[in-house]
């Protein structure tokens, strides 16, 4: 069974104008198509055709930069659009957000250190904020397509929101301006889905 691109749970334009349409629009349908047929690729033959993503990046042989790179994509596009939504915004509630608050002591200093994360990642990569095994979170970066559910990254526990900061995330509205851009996300962030996210990986 071939991985599969997953349709945007809203419109190319809802994220506006924070995220503009035409970004959107090439950011899934150009590139995390391309990621998908790439990992499909990579797949072939290789008898991990019919594990789930999360086995195939947690079991990951990471000289396998095919794999590497194109199931890596694969995944945190397909986290990227849940996390977002025309009605998000705001801060989290319930358990997740005493777990931000007993790891950052409030929620503008996770921004703050989100955003640094997300800021200072050099080059190509994600921001990420992870659940580890009994609840706490904990915010990391990493470089191209890599993720925490990969080994040795130095970054680890289950992902529940990711930021991608490649330039073809946002160079055509924000050209080098990555911290607009990065301030921006927060007001699309889907704190419900995250919640939910936590909820189920905690
Ligand atoms: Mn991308």
Redesign the pocket.
Known sequence: MAFELPQLPYANDALEPHIDAKTMEI?HGK??NGYTTKLNGALEGSGLESDTIESVLENLDMNNGALRNNGG?YY??CL?WEVMSPNGGGTPSGALAQAVDAAYGSFEDFKTTFSNAAATQFGSGWAWLCVLQGGKVEVCSSANQDNPLMPGIGCGGIPILGL?V?E??YYLNYQNKRPAYINAFFNVINWEKVSELYEQNK
């Open positions: 950011h590139h995390h994509g945190n596009h990227f991608d490649w073809h995330a």
